[in-house]
């Protein structure tokens, strides 16, 4: 199969509020892709693909939640993102012809609808608007890594894991709404490590970030559980480069 680039005059939409790529498809493309597909449930820590295998699929995440990691070559896993409801995963390899370059895990039960390679392709060639919103998953997704390379070099400690802690509240929010008192529970179930490897930092470093923020009055944590009690003032913490 040859690398593939979307149709021209096809730009990328502006980034979506919650839901992702399901639901900036219209009905019909709903419908289309669905028919391709073959529904499939992951318990929590399955992979739903491995880095470095064939490409032969992509999902489209329904509900729950997944981790998107890639190993170093001494062994060690990086956390470079997660995925929710409405995502579609596994889907750079199969697009770009290579081996995958991540892995992606259950951080929760997921249940996703499975579109073998040909298939997905057949479909952006069907209905090429969906190239557009395929266009724009990259393009946010780049967005983020660069993000997350900024936040890495320009913030210690707390800053940066409020940076973190306030994009997944942001991103958990889309799919949850917060509570009446506006406080927001963080939706995928990260331990500290994972924390940790995606924020280039040791657990013990969000260990002690997360007694300040607990004492700020900002976050409320508890086993891979955190709450983040005043988004706005969160958001306010890790804007602030005196903390």
């Not at 266009?135 to 900024?150: H, K, W, Y």
């Not at 990260?190 to 013990?204: I, P």
């Not at 969000?206 to 923020?213: E, G, S, W």
Request: glycine share 8%.
């Amino acid at each position: 199969m040859n690398t593939r680039t979307p149709p021209r005059g096809l730009a990328a939409p502006s980034p979506p509020g919650g839901d992702g790529f399901w639901a900036e498809l219209d009905p019909a493309q709903r419908a289309a892709l669905q028919a391709a597909a073959r529904p499939r449930n992951y318990p929590a820590r399955a992979p739903l693909c491995y880095q470095g295998e064939d490409s032969d699929h992509i999902i489209v995440i329904r509900s729950g939640w997944a981790k998107v990691t890639s190993t170093t070559p001494d062994g060690h896993e990086v956390v470079l993102a997660v995925r929710g409801p409405g995502d579609l995963v596994c889907e750079s390899a199969v697009l770009g012809s290579r081996h995958r370059s991540a892995t992606v895990t259950a951080l929760t039960p997921v249940r996703g609808l499975v579109v073998p390679a040909a298939r997905f392709t057949a479909f952006l060639d069907a209905h090429p608007a969906a190239w557009r919103l395929v266009s724009g998953t990259f393009v946010r997704r780049l967005d983020e890594a660069g993000r997350r390379v900024q936040a890495n070099v320009s913030a210690q400690g707390p800053r940066r894991l409020a940076m973190l802690l306030a994009h997944l509240a942001e991103l958990s929010a889309a799919y949850a709404p917060p509570a009446p008192d506006g406080s927001v529970d963080i939706g995928p179930p990260l331990s500290q490590e994972e924390l940790g490897s995606w924020m280039d930092a040791s657990r013990e470093t969000v260990a002690r970030a997360l007694a300040v923020l607990r004492r700020a009055g900002l976050v409320r944590t508890g086993r891979r559980r955190i709450t983040v009690v005043a988004p706005g003032a969160l958001r306010a913490f890790a804007r602030d480069p005196a903390e």
